[in-house]
């Protein structure tokens, strides 16, 4: 038999090994390059429920895939593209997930879209120039501007024109007739204008009332009408560079005209921040720099200026009250429905929801819900704040079950509106009585990945209230009092949740409910707003057994005026314990209107109102040391709770 060499046998292990790895670990997914004449394009495998941003730096473009730790190859990457407009790939984890860095050899333009069922596209292409070649003089920009406003200006005109021949044939309009030979020839001194021929009335004309005068220092409508502000059939891209191109005079000063034209552009477009970067970069002035300043603030989330042009004036209507509404004023609602219409789709899709919030707050729901046709009239997808607006309109109209499904699924997506709407359906299934082990769990993993967001305290404790209304309250409580040491802070949100939680739940085992009081007294929120639910807790102590327990949970009631509740709960506990002098004094603070059985004099209390015999006799001397021992007055209130049969239901 021949004799295998050990060599051979070590390459035979060494092939078996790597047999053996490949098979336990699979090779990562490749990121595969390709060149498409005017483009190239990198395609990486991920999965179509992963989240993405692209980012471009100069001549580097990144791909973040928030909470993935993803894996690529990039060793292929390469083979049928040449290192011309991209030149290099490199994959490494960054905080909170992963990122792919590409590094570009040109000014490019960079984008990235799904495309199939599970991979990212990523497009390098030559940036576009200008579609306007950019002036070299503020005369020349000026000129450049009105050339192309005169030929969009006439090309309005003709299609105006044919639209109103056509429905003259359909009979829809009716131009005027031309003047009889007989008639008077019109004075020369005023020829009648083209647009003086067509008289146009809608039913929404004929029946919309007169107006009310508008208050002071109301801005017209012109001055707001922020579809004038960009042109109709380019891009923003391409409108951009034209305007950027104009911004510089010959000695790098900027032109005021066209400043205010990037700003506005900016602000058609829904840039606030952008905006306000222009007007803080370049201070030119320019007519109604204030109002677009304001403008810019409101579209980025920042309160307007209160001294500025658009807050300073009362409630004012139309666009001027559209957008005192959107910056938190009290706008008026007169016109704010046709103005809301003449925004741009893309505005009013981004600009419904917060609307309809700020009319909701108001409780005007009919006008909330008549912008939230508007903002879905364009006929595009609904998109995730929309969706949030109509569910917050359900809610409104007091249909809690169909807001609630609306809320799950807004919930159920990957964007930024997901966790407020999970943080309402929790809300409505806490109102409602429907929570569900499975939301509590969602709650608890929205929570996690919430750490270090400011909403985070608060879905910490619905997931905690939402976990002990379905079914387990030992574990929420305990959940509630690990938020409160990690949250300080947030201590009275954390507490009023344990205090409803134990005042909702109906004892079916009085001595299990019990020894929870007992357990987490120090986490009962002491909030006067809490009381009802603090005076429910203490009357089932009482009949348990445990007048201490309900008199010590209500002695931060007693300072203050007299309340019945909770002062007459603390005088029945006194009497339990033989102290009839202080539920006397107790109950005659309360004057007349407390009730008569509860205000024995001292001399009947002992009659009227003896301390219960125990149903365990051997329990008597606990009972007893228990309203003299605060020291151990814990344990043995414990030892009662646990051990006393008459403590159950």
């Known amino acids: 038999m021949p004799r295998r060499s050990r060599a051979g046998g070590a390459l035979l292990a060494a092939g078996l090994l790597a047999a053996t790895a490949g098979a336990a670990w699979p090779q990562a997914p490749a990121i595969r390059g390709g060149e498409h004449g005017d483009f190239s394009r990198l395609v990486l495998p991920v999965a179509a429920a992963a989240a993405f941003t692209l980012r471009v730096e100069g001549r580097g473009a990144t791909l973040a895939f928030p909470g993935r730790d993803l894996r690529f190859d990039t060793a292929r990457t390469f083979d049928r593209l040449p290192r011309t407009r991209i030149t290099g790939v490199a994959v490494a984890p960054a905080p909170g997930g992963t990122e792919v860095t590409v590094t570009l050899g040109c000014d490019c333009a960079v984008s990235a879209t799904r495309v199939g069922g599970g991979f990212i596209a990523l497009d390098v292409a030559p940036a576009a120039g200008p579609a306007i070649p950019p002036p070299r003089s503020r005369a ?47 004075d020369a001194r005023l020829p009648l204008p083209r647009h003086a021929q067509i008289a146009a009335t809608t039913v929404y004309d004929r029946d919309r009332p007169e107006p009310p005068a508008a208050p002071p220092g109301c801005l017209p409508e012109a001055r707001l009408d922020l579809a004038a502000w960009a042109r109709p059939g380019l891009g923003f891209p391409e409108q951009r560079a034209a305007a950027e191109a104009a911004l510089l005079t010959e000695f790098d000063a900027a032109d005021p005209g066209a400043l205010a034209d990037l700003v506005r552009l900016d602000l058609r477009f829904g840039l606030g921040a952008e905006a ?125 079950s169909e807001a609630a499904v609306r809320f799950r699924a807004v919930a159920a ?124 807790i203490a009357a089932r102590l009482l009949a348990l057994g445990l007048p201490a327990a309900a008199r010590d949970l209500l002695a931060p009631r007693l300072t203050g005026a007299p309340e019945a509740g909770p002062w007459l709960i603390v005088a029945e506990a006194e009497l339990r314990l033989g102290h009839p002098a202080t539920a006397t004094a107790l109950t005659e603070a309360l004057g007349p209107a407390a009730p008569v059985a509860r205000r024995p004099d001292s001399a009947e209390a002992a009659l009227a109102a003896p301390p219960p015999a125990p149903a365990r006799p051997s329990l008597g001397a606990a009972r007893a040391l228990l309203a003299t021992g605060p020291a151990v007055a814990g344990f043995i209130e414990d030892l009662i709770a646990a051990g006393d049969p008459d403590a159950q239901d």
């Open 140 to 186: 020349a920009a000026r000129e450049a501007r009105e050339a192309r406003e005169a030929r969009v200006v006439a090309s309005a005109e003709s299609a105006l024109l044919r639209q109103l021949a056509h429905a003259a044939d359909q009979g829809v309009v009716e131009l005027a007739a031309p003047p009889s030979a007989d008639a008077e020839p019109p």
């Open 276 to 400: 306000l970067g222009l007007l803080a970069a370049f201070p030119a002035g320019f007519p109604d720099r204030a109002l677009l300043a304001d403008l810019a603030r409101v579209l980025d989330d920042r309160p307007a200026a209160a001294a500025g042009p658009l807050l300073t004036p009362a409630a004012c209507p139309g666009a001027h009250g559209l957008w005192q509404l959107l910056a938190g004023a009290p706008g008026s609602r007169d016109g704010l429905d046709t103005a809301f219409a003449a925004l741009p789709p893309d505005l009013r899709a981004r600009l419904g929801l917060p609307l309809v919030t700020r009319l909701l707050g108001r409780g005007a729901v009919e006008a909330a819900a008549r912008i939230q046709a508007l903002a879905l009239r364009a006929g595009d997808p609904e998109t995730p704040d929309l969706a949030f607006a109509a569910a917050e309109l359900l809610a409104a109209e007091r249909r809690p």
């Open 413 to 536: 997506g990957n964007t930024p509106r997901a966790t407020a709407a999970l943080i309402r359906t929790a809300r409505i299934a806490l109102a409602t009585g429907a929570p569900t082990p499975e939301l509590a769990t969602d709650l608890a993993i929205a929570a996690h990945l919430a750490r270090g967001r400011p909403e985070r305290p608060e879905l910490l404790a619905l997931a905690a209230a939402t976990r002990g209304a379905s079914g387990d309250p030992k574990g929420a409580l305990a959940a509630l009092a690990q938020a409160r040491a990690a949250f300080p802070a947030e201590a009275p949100r954390f507490a009023a949740a344990a205090t409803a939680l134990l005042a909702a739940g109906a004892p079916t085992g009085g001595g299990d409910w019990a020894g929870r009081v007992l357990a987490h007294r120090d986490l009962l929120d002491p909030a006067r707003a809490l009381d009802p639910a603090r005076a429910t």
